[in-house]
């Protein structure tokens, strides 16, 4: 993994306990910085000595290279053997060049796409300092009000698994001493998306089957990819907090799967095992937590007061805690750190880096690639032609739409959808009016006026509503995912005046969309498309790019369909009329039908995909054979696209209930106009494979369905047997 022949075995030998237990303990910067002397309460709280600081293994929560040199540099002259901090930032999707949030570059569908810009993310944090990334975020979800959504790519496991690789095999390369590359963290182990009541920090209560199945497929993709450090998550599960739970951490994680790399708290983790009610004081959490595996206690009182007495008491034997030390020093040399402690970075290269007109590129080309087209009834793409265009809405001018985990990223190097489309039309006359706030308490309609007299004034309206920015993101659950404040009642009034308008969505989660839904002709989905938001917008609205994103998270209906996932299992009594009417003595609803407004893997397009068939080379197969599976698809319009072509798999009879559909391949293709192309998979055993009643991964001979088409129309089956 690296050139460094640095011996760190010889080093450990050197080194005192406290030089040791030092290097497995986490401290925000502003401890370590100039302003150390300002910190004596945070110190006292978390039982730093001033011996304690001057031997810390790593650091996280700083801004710039400026800052990191400053810090290693005063390290390095106060620790005795000049042993250099590790710098790790939450770098989840940019670092001064933002792109879409996870859950919309989920949307792209487009492992590649994710592996450039976590290449060009890699590139800039690692010249900003950063020599770790708290990144990918891979916990699978179901239920949209957890504000963590915004961080994952959804409730299907196998493209929560493939863009999770994909981020860890970008980040560190071949090589994590170049410095082009920066190590990863896959987070949250484990379990953390299935928040009781999608509320962040909740606990969770799942059985081993469904862990299994859906929420531990990516983690292990992750570790498979090589990422060196995992972080699990703040919640219980199943009664037991993940940083101090022996099953998940040493059975699963190390003894099943192999698992040697760094474990890392996150914030204060191990503290919590107080609040709890697991541990009874700071030294007991710290014990539990480092007998789990916990090698690095991320900013809690734990191993900071604690572990050195653990060891001289015996309770930590110093054989254990020398294993957990190397690791980490094994991390620094495999970084270069012990030649170069900055890795590469220099305030020269990030100022070059940083928003470089490449990178703006890049983007902008992944918020187009990310944003789903969820309606259109023949709106969009609008002309150029317009000269009267009215930009009405709480997002219509701002640059806050970066998304949560925005790292240094600013609002104020956003393009905004007003900036965006004065660049593409500066000959169009273009209004710009709030029309009314998007915070969900302010129900202010004084602003309805002047955007009413825009839009009758307009030959175009552009609609740009959602949710703040901070409505999402960790400790940002919403009991009701509806639009905020008076949004819904806005885009009644426009439309009653012009109905040639599409709404532009800015979120960081999917919303209840019902209301919108019947008011607007056309709705795009831009989730919290980052630094070149405004400039993607105005291209996917007139034209200049064409929509390709597909949902990967249900959009409810109604927030009483939470948690709501297309995965679901078979029941003994489904429903079987049409969804808008209730069924009596079925899986149903009253007042509200079934399924999602908008499914996952829906997304339109302004070209005209047609699946014209669907071919399997054999209707049977054994163990050790394989299905060639072959889809046509014909792009009926004039204009090119592409197309997320998805294959789905359903298990017709097995000794546990299976989903109704499950997404086992999927390919995005570019399709010219009049182009008719064929898209082809392999279906082999282990994709037939599940846990069964009694934990065993199986898979059982039997009847199955394939599906291919649109997400909310799979047309195309067929029909074979595993003997």
Partial sequence: MSKSNFDTRALLKKMTLEEKVGQLIQLNSMFLGETTADITGPKQELGVSDSMLSKIGSTLNFHSFAEVKDIQDRHMSADRLHIPLLFMMDVIHGYKTIYPIPLGMGASFDPELVKECSKMASKEASAGGVHLTFTPMVDYVRDPRWGRVMETCGEDPLLNSIMGAAQVEAFQGDDISNPDNIAACVKHFAAYGGAEAGRDYNTVEISERLLREYYFPAYKAC??????????????????????????????????????????????????????????????????????????????AGYCSSLCRLVEEGKVSEEKLDKAVLKVLELKRALGLFE?????????????????????????????????????????????????????????????????????????????????????????????????????????????????????????????????????????SRADIVLPGVQNELAKEIIAVNKNTAALLFNGRPLVLTELDETVPAILEMWFPGTEGGAAAANLLFGDANPSGKVTMSFPRSVGQCPIYYNHPSTGRPKTIPDDRHQPYASSYIGCGNLPLYPFGHGLSYSDFVYESLTLDTDKMTSDSEIKVSITVRNNSGRAGKEAVQLYMHDLFASTVRPIQSLIAFKKVEIGAGETVTVDFTITEPMFRFYNASCEFVSEPGKFEVSTGHADNLILTKTFVLE
């Avoid at 998550?233 to 907090?241: A, E, H, R």
């Avoid at 951490?249 to 609040?275: C, M, P, R």
């Fill in 223 to 300: 570790i498979d990819a090589g990422v060196v450090m995992l972080m699990p998550s703040f919640n219980s599960l199943n009664g037991v907090p993940s940083i101090a739970n022996k099953w998940l951490l040493q059975k699963v994680l190390k003894e099943e799967w192999g698992f040697d790399g760094i474990i890392i708290s996150d914030y204060n983790a191990v503290g919590e095992l107080k609040t709890h009610g697991i541990a009874e004081n700071y030294k007991d959490a710290a014990l539990m937590a480092f007998e789990c595996g916990c090698d690095i206690d991320m900013m809690s």
């Fill in 340 to 476: 170069d402690p900055y890795h590469g970075g220099s305030a020269e290269k990030e100022k070059a880096l940083c928003l470089c007109p490449e990178h703006r590129e890049l983007a902008r080309k992944a918020a187009e690639e990310s944003a789903v087209l969820l309606k259109n009834n023949g709106v969009l793409p609008f002309s150029k032609d317009n000269k009267k265009i009215a930009l009405i809405g709480p997002f219509a001018s701002t640059g806050a739409i970066r998304g949560s985990w925005s790292c240094n990223g600013l609002d104020s190097e956003c393009v905004s959808v007003a900036d965006g489309v004065k660049a593409l039309l500066p000959d169009a006359e273009i209004t710009v009016c709030n029309g009314c706030s998007a915070e969900w308490n302010i129900l202010d309609r004084s602003g309805f006026d002047e955007a009413i007299n825009a839009a009758k004034n307009a030959d175009i309206v552009i609609l740009c509503l959602g949710e703040p920015q901070h409505y999402s993101g960790e400790g940002s």
